[in-house]
């Protein structure tokens, strides 16, 4: 059996062939139009990172319901319209043999604020943030839960039909699916909550739903995480639990995260930069150490995303059987070709631009302040100062929040 590295073709279960192991993790865009709906900007952006070379591109949350948003700018797919923008920001995106997933989610109780001052969730239980963030958040009925379902299948039947290669169900950091799953957040007591399995039933229905409505060779993903990395949260045991559920409900391929807003492992890997030592997988890839006891439990593909930079580290992993493919996320905001260059040799390593920009939480406004750059045809910023980004990703985000139309908030 010849081991596989970066450039290897793999096959998922149901049977739609990957022409490598790189994806292009999914990245929030901020590009949709007043109504939310896709733009020539995800066409030019998508277009280019498909040229980029990675075998399967996911997309920044496209979101099932216009009222909750993850971000003023998200695209959704909402009885707003937009097929026919939709059709082209697929065509674009699965150029060059390129897979491309439409990661499609519900913000839940981290809907910001700016976009609705009184979100949902599955209980009444506020985020541990400052309220100027988010709003106190009311619990879903029992009704509106099978309508989030509903909102979901929806959403990925529309993605089939425009052209998307698959979908990948948004079920970490902390957005409502991820809700559901932690016992912090969700404190039901009708069959949504308390157990486990009655806090995975969400997910599961969802997952089902879109199964039974999109077929049984359409690719569907799910973003999990390995932990919420909080005492009394979605434990890394629960994670087990929940994969092997997922195997027999036919999912195509895992995405391994962690954290969520009130602890963002996901933003900084699940172990502090300080505490990772040894190979360097171990000091690239934030959640490698749980991708192992998935492995154990599942034999659904598996992907994890979180600072892999080096081919070595890649095809390392890879080589171990641990995983099945590498995300890459903010290297790509800046060289877009950066998996090409990977697989063919002509760089050893993406460059890492977080570790350039001070201050550090100016990284999230650099990154996407360069993803609009690219997405408007020109050539991304490499000079942008961090106190610059986070000016102009304020004034960005606020211009967009404003410029929403016809949103009905309950």
């Not at 519900?106 to 309220?131: C, K, Y």
């Not at 027999?248 to 807003?261: A, C, H, K, R, T």
Request: with cysteine; hydrophobic share 40%; net charge neutral.
């Amino acid at each position: 059996m010849t081991t596989p590295d970066i450039a290897s073709s793999f096959t998922l279960p149901c049977g739609v062939k990957v022409k490598n192991r790189i994806a292009k993790a999914p990245m929030t865009e901020g590009l949709a139009d007043p109504m939310n709906r896709a733009t020539k900007r995800h066409e030019t952006l998508y277009g280019k990172w498909a040229e980029g070379g990675s075998g399967i591109l996911i997309t920044g949350n496209v979101q099932v319901d216009r009222r909750f948003l993850e971000r003023p700018g998200n695209v959704v797919i909402d009885n707003n319209g937009g097929l026919e923008e939709l059709r082209a920001f697929a065509k674009a995106g699965t150029a060059n043999g390129t897979l491309l997933f439409m990661q499609i989610g519900h913000a839940g109780r981290q809907t910001p604020r700016r976009v609705n001052p009184v979100p949902v969730a599955p209980s009444e239980i506020p985020m541990t943030l400052p309220d100027a963030a988010f709003g106190r958040p009311r619990a879903l009925s029992a009704e509106e839960v099978k309508d989030v379902i509903r909102r979901f299948t929806h959403v990925a039947s529309v993605a089939k039909e425009a052209g998307f290669s698959g979908v990948q169900v948004h079920g970490a950091h902390g957005y409502l699916i991820s809700e559901f799953l932690s016992p912090l957040a969700n404190q039901r007591t009708d069959k949504w909550g308390g157990s486990l399995e009655n806090r995975a039933r969400l997910l599961r229905e969802t997952v089902r739903s879109i199964r039974a409505a999109a077929g049984p060779d359409f690719p569907i993903s799910v973003k999990l995480n390995s932990s919420d990395f909080q005492k009394g949260g979605f434990s890394h045991d629960e994670c087990l639990q929940v994969v092997k559920w997922l195997e027999e409900d036919s999912v195509d391929l895992l995405e391994i995260s962690g954290g969520n807003y009130e602890n963002p492992a996901m933003m900084i890997g699940g172990r502090g930069a300080d505490e990772i030592r040894g190979t360097t997988i171990a000091r690239e890839a934030y959640f490698m150490d749980y991708a192992k006891g998935i492995r154990a439990a599942t034999k659904v593909p598996l992907m994890v995303t979180g600072g892999f930079r080096s081919r070595e580290a890649m095809n390392a992993a890879l080589a171990e059987g641990n995983i099945d493919v590498i995300g890459i996320g903010r290297p790509l905001c800046v060289d877009w070709d950066a998996p090409a260059k990977l697989i063919s040799g002509e760089i050893d390593t993406a460059k890492a631009y977080e570790r350039e920009i001070s201050p550090s939480k100016a990284a999230l406004g650099w990154f996407c302040l360069n993803i609009i750059r690219i997405a408007d045809g020109k050539e991304p910023d490499r000079t942008m100062t961090g106190d610059q980004a986070i000016t102009a990703y304020l004034e960005n985000e606020e211009a967009t929040a404003s410029a929403l139309q016809d949103r009905v908030l309950d």
